[in-house]
């Protein structure tokens, strides 16, 4: 084997490599800048109309990577190799994939995968949607079609290529640290990095001077804006000074001086710059005429438009189809999707699929839908050949006006002949809707199967919906990755319809492991036969399946069980379409730190399965599942093991550096963590807590102990958010706080109240199960929705910065799950009460109206929206039994004998509710049996009915007084009585007697926002 | 022909090139620097005793080189290629000029020069020697020898070489302007950078906020120490703080708001920095124990001195001597001398030569010196072939203690016998110095020549001395630039002596067009037959005349004749070994600026000689003098002119921005220009001008109309020191101002004055004709003089920032060459009384020392030490009638009846000068005959001396009074008087009448400074 190449020789194979497809060789730009993209030869030039090649080196500098040197392959300064091509050639990935081969890594001997990765940064208000390649588990690159930068959507859009070199290198000489690098003629990365990267960790961790460096990101600030605000505005030296304060805010956050909230108002300061610059940009292009436009493309002067010329695509040629009854399967080849919208895909060509064949009046024996990241599949057993003709019936003008005295057709026949293909003689005269019209009897022949599918193909194509899709050439068309070829074969013949600016043929893909070649197939069972060649499971199911047993056996193997992870395997299915599981191990040493710890790790980070002992310990191994084959299976195996030991050693780093000091300790750091300016630091937060969880646990009935735990628990709660750990994988919140806290000697009920407060993290988590945990997680979400609600934080849209539809969410998950009825305007005002700010009652009421909202979605899913109106009228400050009401009497209503009810208590709402006295009800001054009787009855029910009755009993204690209540309504004649009685004594008794009535069901629900009613 | 190479192609070219030999390819920085320099990767690695190459790109920021994109080749940001060998790899310049040739620069086809520049950094504390490497005129590297960084001394010392990329490509590409170059792919250098350069230009000289970036210099200098605080000390980040406040510096200064003395503060701030990072860096390294050191290298821990092994030499074999008288010839092959020190050698080898042969008792016919700035040249004519033989005798004790009274040698003979290499037997007895010794008679035998040169040529090279010498290798030796080859031949043979790990030899080397081939030739005849083959001109003299007919010829090709240039001849005639002059043109706009901002550019920045017509108007044209011959000389010639066009475009752009205002407008720029902190600024200095203008010239008589004129014009003397002209080429201070003024609409007068008042530049330079030139003059240069001195800030040793040395011999030379008497204490007076600080008496005594001092030093030059002296002594304070007081004075005591007239003079003042009474005189109380005579003889000198008598009016008036002095004092018996009588009355009158004669020379000179007084 020859010598592998160095880093420099890598650097400069990979420029010599892009100039010679025509990218322009850039060079790092002259500012610390975070990525390849903060450069304005990406930022800038991937605006606008102009195309644009280019690659470059860029040492990115990200102060809070830094590990001080003591990590294999994470530092404040790596080297990215950026390439933006605008527009798409067409074949990126695979270009990309030679420059690999360029390199030396030959795609057979490794796993290369395309992991799903969308980019965004908010401080340059840009994002794309593509991936991380990953090499043997390792992200290498970052692979992104950017869709819109500094908050302008992009035509043409570019695709961005970032090579992390180190880790490629890494990989490439086979060392373990990057430190081991040999960057040229024998010189390694360690010889000229390591120092620096420690005193630059020192200097960023613990040294920067925050007050003066704040200071100077206003003054750049400053200096960013005086630049725009000339005229012409000048924008290089203005996003030279964005770029700063990029840099400078990394500083700042990296020494942790800034808070959640200050970091939300230092990106919008950074976004807003950022969006200044690339309008301002954009307005200078078009201002020089776009110089680097070429001549046939064109912008539109008053809109901006671009049109570019598309080469037109062949003539149709169309071979012959069969006449019997045939197998048909559609293939839309794609880039990798991600694994969410593969299943998405299938989904809804489940129900596409067979739905347009319907439409198209085609019979068929069976549609299968399948898919790989790389295909979606449409397979239709026995598709009829052509579509049955049949005919249709077409009512005209009544037969009197479209037909004279004579019976000759008048001109509105003819109008009406000849808008359906027919002449008026051909019109017949039908009976038909109790009349007699003219109607055109049309007969529509079959057309052929291939006519119609070359029709509807596109729109089924078309009809495929993401939650995030994205462009990527100047078809304009969107999908959730790029569709880069398209099959459609029915039996041996093509069905050449097009999408896209492609058209279907019978051309598949191979896998990515051999180089994803073009392979014409003859038919549909030759379509099958290649995909089986190369190893690919088109079918989900099928494929979940043989990873499962792969998995299990490997486990097995490993002398343990599989820690059962099912979301993990539907994820790794969608992954791969060549699946091989493999065992790798790492050193035992990793298994100190807590199990969550690794196996978040290796989940989020590496889609590993983790394997445990009988006991349900962590054992020191890890099962990944390539794409490809088996072949090289060591050396895929080995660089999986090279990454997950970076991966813990940077978890240990965290880790070791965190238990330097008590959990408690962290609390002083949190003063330095903004909540929210005004509401203050989360160490104000934690304060706040301490005293609501003692409240709130009172009100829940906590015992003396719990009520202590409920309060240490509270005050340590937010602590865990100052340590590395959760810095850095924030989902560790709470587990974190757990460990730490049981390391630091508190009580195990404190340890597990801390856990339980940020759960449920999502609909269907589980819910804190200690009394204490629940007391304050209830008051973690309280105090955030009132604090941020009263001071104008509400969400707007679909931006919910602070995650307040998911607290309120949270609070009504508590409450029904675990049956806590509480009147949350207590609550509310008790948090209202601490807040550093004065709460209105204006904002108590909207926050109370934001949990109701929640609660109103919730109960909609499943009940009748009148229901739940009329249950959240009377309870919306009681989730609980708002949910209870609302159950019950979604049963109720359904009953048989539920109108008569509704309506005698409706009658008595209606009388009453414009009256504004409450009248005293003489009993005695009755005269009327009707009155007697009903008096009589509403005592009774008065007795039985309880404090705070439910549905279910009020309908209980209210059904006896239904017949009373007619009687008492009806007709003079029938015995009934004038409620409105001239006397007005008469009068007001007879109200106070409904006033009473209606009084039954108040609180119950608020029955007139039933329908019916 | 090939397409030449984009900009990308040369980057990728020089990488590939550097990195096959050696060098680790490195990456620009990711902080703005002025130049490569200041990226880590040389300013610290050179530090240091390790080994280190590489080479990179750098994107080069110098905000005040932004010309709006106007400028063909003058930029903001420049691309520069940087490349650090350290150590000396022996033959840096051959590898560079191959890397020239692996981008496709032949030499054969260019004019490759290496033009002296030495480079200094202040803000880093950095210098080092070297060249500006020329191609066809223009300045396409700087190649520099380190020796010192950060305040400390380089060993090993580095090689810096460092490309322009974009003048490279320019001539490579053959376009007009760097916007033109194509930069990869077809894509123009202007297509990615013009908009910017515009920009960032507009925001360096018009925006930037002067206020907050000063903060921002100040915070980040804060950094830098804070990190540099930390125990180890943060080396790499406070040096990115370091680079950070030099750019900001620079910002800062591009927007005129930094004075000169203000600079000077910024500087030492930034030096101090830098040199403390820099110690810090050399801690580390030693710390780490130099990880980067070669095993065969050692530092003394405790000197921290290196030591390398160095090859051996091979063994020393001579051939075959000369038996007879022949040539021999030295040659020194060194790296291009600067023109200054191949004179400076050439003198001191005139000198050294003929001594060393002396003192090595060899004859010789003849010894001729000759040089270029490649070689040094001894030819010795006729040497012999050894030394005679020489019999020394030595002197040993006397005979009786060397020889016992038997005759026989003692001990003490024996021990001098053997002292001097002889047997006590050998020693003789002679007589001399008056007794009898015990001599040796030592025979010396001639030693052949080689032999004894061999041993004494080493301390020829090395005695050659240089102004600034350098180090380059471990060898220790230092010389002007590196001495690469020695060749020494006694006709055929080698005299193979040692020198700086050298040894010389039989080989020469060819001229720089040729690759400078090593040649080897057989005697010293085809030593100058060889320099003959390629055109190579040994002996200046004959290359001077060479070129001067050259250049005359060119002339009158263009139809006019040469603009006489003198220095310029002799500098082109150092610069070139192998002259061939060369006409070019340039475009007649550029005749439209002043012909001195032509004349300086042509001279000051390309050393070419002018050409005017018969009007003494400039003729749109140049020329060049190449190094080589003449094949090839259109390419030289367009590469010529195209630079050219880019400096006269340059001081185009300087000349247009600033005639859009009048030249007084500048005034209040001036008042941001420092002068000094305590003095003010250059517009307190213009007020103060005005108004000693008005008081000199009111004492140098001028009329009313001349003292307007000198207001004005000194009021405005300084303006043109804000204008970017002058702010770009100093030395058109004046000039600039003059042309300014008169097409501002002053009067011709004004504009005379204004350029006169810095005159004399120089010892030699033209005085100031105008009567308002010299007073401004005499003004600006007392009013420096008279207020630095008062704020402690005279020169000191070889320090002299402010030029005061200059400013005093400037007011001399005025002063003596209008034959101006003045005395200066009035003026120092006035001045001191204009000045923003208070001048002391002693200070104002120390200014008037200061001018008396530098004119002592001129006057000894010519005029005997007493002489000058006893003017001074008497006229200090008036430098004119100084200086013809001595010169008279000089005279007279030549004269061979001066003895008896200071003798006569001497006699009064030594008799008289211990009195402290004057003493009145009473003519009549005289008896003695001695006395009444001598009265006589003082009356009448008083009546005819007049007020400020000469020395030789003096003289005349004085020498009747030698003989009545002389027979005043004779003896009694002759008739003399004793003045110190017994009678008081006697002896005051007496002492009186001698005060009469001493008072005659008062304010004549000092005479008592006199020998033989």
């Known amino acids: 084997m020859s010598k592998p190449l160095s880093f420099q020789d890598v650097i400069m194979r990979l420029q010599a490599f892009w100039a010679e497809r025509g990218c322009i060789i850039w060079q790092p730009y002259y500012t610390q800048v975070g990525a390849g993209t903060g450069n304005p030869a990406t930022f800038l030039r991937v605006l606008g109309p102009e195309p644009w090649s280019v690659a470059y080196v860029e040492p990115s500098v990200r102060p809070d990577d830094g590990r001080y040197g003591d990590n294999p392959n994470r530092m404040q300064v790596h080297y990215q190799f950026q390439v933006i091509l605008k527009p798409d050639p067409g074949n990126p990935q695979e270009i990309y994939l030679d420059s690999l081969a360029a390199i030396g890594i030959d795609r057979r001997e490794h796993d290369i995968r395309f992991v799903e990765d969308n980019w965004e940064s908010p401080a340059l208000g840009a994002w794309g949607l593509g991936w991380e390649v990953w090499l043997d588990g390792q992200e290498i690159t970052q692979f992104t079609y950017f869709q819109q930068a500094g908050g302008q959507v992009l035509n043409p859009n570019s695709v961005e290529i970032t090579y992390g070199l180190e880790r490629i290198v890494l990989a490439l000489q086979g060392v373990d640290s990057v430190w081991e690098i040999e960057w040229g003629n024998d010189f390694k990365y360690g010889d000229a990095l390591l120092q620096s990267e420690i005193e630059h960790c020192r200097y960023y961790f613990e040294v920067a001077n925050v007050d003066a460096l704040r200071k100077v990101f206003d003054i750049y600030e400053g200096e960013s804006l005086s630049a725009l605000a000339q005229e012409p505005p000048l924008v290089l030296p203005s996003y030279d000074y964005v770029l700063k304060c990029s840099h400078l805010f990394n500083v700042l956050d990296t020494r942790g001086a800034i808070g ?22 954009a307005e200078q292009r078009k201002r020089l005429e776009y110089p680097l436009l070429p001549p046939d493309w064109h912008v539109d002067e008053e809109t901006g438009a671009l049109t570019v010329a598309q080469p037109e695509l062949p003539e149709v040629l169309t071979g012959k189809y069969p006449t019997q009854p045939a197998p048909f399967v559609l293939e839309i080849g794609v880039e990798e999707l991600p694994a969410a919208d593969l299943d998405a895909a299938i989904a809804e060509l489940d129900e596409l699929a067979p739905a347009l064949l319907g439409r198209a009046r085609l019979t068929y024996d069976s549609v299968v839908v399948a898919g790989t990241p790389r295909r979606l599949l449409v397979y239709v057993e026995g598709l009829a050949p052509q579509q049955p003709s049949e005919e249709v019936v077409v009512k005209g003008p009544p037969a009197r006006i479209a037909f004279d005295a004579k019976g000759k057709p008048t001109g509105a026949a003819e109008g009406f002949a000849r808008k359906n293909g027919l002449t008026a003689a051909q019109l017949e005269r039908r009976e038909m809707d109790g009349g007699e019209y003219a109607v055109a009897v049309v007969r529509n022949e079959g057309r052929p199967t291939p006519e119609v599918l070359m029709e509807l193909l596109p729109s089924l194509v078309a009809a495929i919906k993401f939650d995030k899709s994205m462009r990527w050439n100047f078809a304009g068309i969107s999908f959730s990755r790029p569709v880069r070829w398209l099959l459609a074969l029915y039996d041996k013949a093509v069905v050449p319809f097009d999408y896209g600016g492609m058209r279907a043929g019978r051309t598949t893909r191979g896998a990515r492991l051999e180089g994803s070649p073009q392979v014409e197939v003859k038919d549909t069972e030759g379509y099958f036969a290649a995909l089986d060649r190369f190893g690919i499971i088109a079918d989900k199911y099928a ?63 590496q889609r590993y399965f983790a394997v445990e002992n009988k006991k349900g310990e962590l054992l020191p191994v890890f099962i990944a599942v390539r794409n490809g084959d088996d072949e090289h299976l060591d050396s895929v195996r080995s660089g999986n093991e090279h990454v997950i030991r970076a991966r813990f050693s940077d978890a240990r780093f965290f880790y070791n550096e965190d238990i330097q000091h008590k959990l408690a300790d962290y609390l002083s750091k949190l003063k330095t963590l903004t909540f929210q300016e005004q509401l203050g630091s989360y160490y104000d937060k934690s304060v706040r807590l301490e005293s609501l969880a003692g409240r709130i646990g009172g009100l829940l009935g906590l015992a003396d102990a719990e009520l202590d735990t409920a309060i240490r628990a509270a005050r340590l709660a937010k602590a865990d958010l100052a340590t590395h750990m959760v810095v850095e994988m924030t989902s560790l919140q709470g587990v974190m706080g757990r460990e730490y806290a049981l390391r630091s000697g508190e009580t195990a009920a404190v340890a597990q109240a801390i856990a339980e407060h940020y759960q449920p993290k999502s609909a269907g988590d589980a819910l804190p199960e200690s009394g204490p945990g629940i007391a304050i997680a209830l008051a973690d979400r309280l105090d955030s929705l009132v604090g941020l609600l009263a001071v104008g934080m509400a969400p707007t849209g679909s931006a919910d910065p602070f995650g307040l539809r998911r607290a309120a969410s949270g609070i009504m998950q508590i409450l029904l799950g675990h049956r806590i009825s509480l009147d949350l305007r207590q609550l509310i005002g008790w948090v209202a009460e601490t807040q550093e700010v004065e709460v209105s009652a204006e904002a108590q009421a909207a926050a109370l109206e934001f949990i109701a909202g929640r609660l109103r979605v919730t109960l909609k899913e499943t009940t009748r929206h009148d229901v739940v109106e009329a249950a959240l009228g009377a309870l919306a400050y009681d989730p609980y039994r708002a949910s209870v009401h609302a159950g019950q009497l979604a049963q109720q209503v359904e009953r048989a004998g539920w109108p008569p009810i509704l309506d005698a208590y409706a009658r008595c709402v209606r009388i009453t509710r414009s009256q504004e006295t409450e ?22 029910a008065e007795k039985s009915i309880g404090g705070e009755p439910d549905v279910d009993q009020f309908v209980s204690v209210f059904a006896p007084l239904a017949a009373p209540i007619a009687a008492f309504f009806a007709p003079a004649a029938e015995g009934g009585v004038m409620v409105m009685d001239k006397d007005k004594a008469v009068r007001a008794n007879r109200l106070a007697l409904l006033q009473r009535i209606v009084k039954l069901g108040e609180g119950v629900a608020d029955f007139s926002q039933l329908e019916g009613f």
Chains 1, 2 share one sequence.
């Open 543 to 605: 494929r979940r399946e043989t990873i499962a047993g792969q998995i299990a056996a490997l486990a097995k193997e490993a002398k343990g069980t599989l820690k059962q992870d099912d979301a993990l395997l539907e994820e790794v299915t969608n992954l791969v379409e060549q699946p091989t599981a493999l065992l790798g191990h790492f050193e035992e040493e990793f298994l100190a730190l807590p199990g969550p710890v690794l196996t978040t790790v290796m989940k989020k980070h």
């Open 919 to 940: 009248f005293k009800l003489k009993p005695d001054a009755f005269k009327e049996p009707v009155e007697t009787a009903l008096v009589e009855a509403v005592r009774k």
């Open 260 to 281: 959640v909230v200050e970091r939300a108002n230092y990106f919008k300061r950074m976004q807003s710059l950022a969006a200044k610059v690339a309008a301002a940009y």
